[in-house]
């Protein structure tokens, strides 16, 4: 069984190599989109009988170790140094510093690794991430998958 639990976040970034508007300071209202596989939980008295996951847990997990970060920061790559050194400036300034350029296709790889080890099995339903659809605008989006084995 699948469930998907969609967020949604504001943040800034700028792809410092790119040869058009995006090395423009510029941001988007990200939208993340979290698919975990995982059995109906069948155990009677548990509250999440009948769920994979309860979605507001998928929700809480995911704010607390992703989305809560990035919100409203700047997601930046360290080897955009004029960038690095001017947020560097700004005191108290929300920023992440990433080791790649901050495209749709990067940030989605790092959601689900950061996802992947934050959705833990807790009652032997095999529960565990299997995609990332992060969306940068409504037209434009990546997939990070589970890699089969
Ligand atoms: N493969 C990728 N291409 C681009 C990325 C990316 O992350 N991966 N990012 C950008 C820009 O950051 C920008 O966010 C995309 O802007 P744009 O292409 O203008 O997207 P829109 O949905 O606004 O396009 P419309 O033509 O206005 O519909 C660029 N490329
Ligand atoms: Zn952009």
Redesign the pocket.
């Known amino acids: 069984m699948l469930i998907t639990r969609k967020l949604e976040f504001d943040a800034g970034?700028r792809?410092s190599t790119?040869n058009s508007?995006?090395r423009h300071l510029h941001g988007?209202r990200y939208v993340i989109e979290i698919t975990l596989s995982g059995s109906i939980i069948s155990e009677k008295g548990n509250a999440q009988q009948g769920m994979v996951m309860d979605f507001s847990e998928v929700k809480r997990i995911a704010s607390e170790v992703l989305v809560d970060k990035w919100d409203h920061a700047f997601l930046v790559y360290s080897g955009d140094t004029p960038v690095m050194q001017f947020l560097q400036s700004l005191e108290d300034h929300k920023t992440v510093v990433l080791d790649v350029q901050p495209?749709?296709?990067n940030l989605a790889v790092i959601a689900f690794d950061i996802l992947n080890a934050a959705y833990q099995d807790n009652y032997g339903n095999h529960l565990q991430l299997e995609h990332v659809r992060l969306y940068?605008?409504?037209?434009?989006w990546?997939d990070a998958s589970r890699a089969v084995d």
Do not use: D, K, R
């Open positions: 970034h792809i790119h508007q995006c988007h495209t749709a296709e940068e605008t409504p037209n434009c990546a």
